[in-house]
């Protein structure tokens, strides 16, 4: 039963003995793979939502703009969190400002 317990307990010396450059070898793949996340995920995910909220600070009326889910119109007023798309003549509906996908050049 001694036999048993020292088989399982920690090497002459403790465990000190080297357990630190372990850690350290045990942490670099953690760390490359945060970096690889951060370049492939991250980085250009932040890039794409400062480009889109620069387009939505920058809609004026007059724009033809694309929603979110694909609807086509002119912008014919512009407040603070919703847009006024006319889709046809006299036809109006109203958009969070976050839906407007994208500018179309006329």
Request: charged share 15%.
């Amino acid at each position: 039963m001694i036999g048993l317990a020292y088989a399982m307990g920690t090497p002459p010396g403790g465990a000190a003995a080297g357990g630190g450059q372990g850690a350290l070898t045990s942490l670099v793949p953690l760390v490359i793979m945060f970096a690889i996340f951060y370049f492939l995920l991250i980085r250009p995910q932040q890039k794409k939502a400062k480009e889109h909220k620069a387009l939505l600070e920058a809609i004026k009326k007059g724009d033809q703009v694309i929603t979110a889910g694909g609807m086509h119109g002119k912008i014919a007023a512009v407040e603070e969190t919703v847009v006024t798309l006319e889709v046809a003549n006299g036809v109006n509906i109203k958009f969070n400002k976050g839906h407007i996908a994208a500018v179309v050049d006329k």
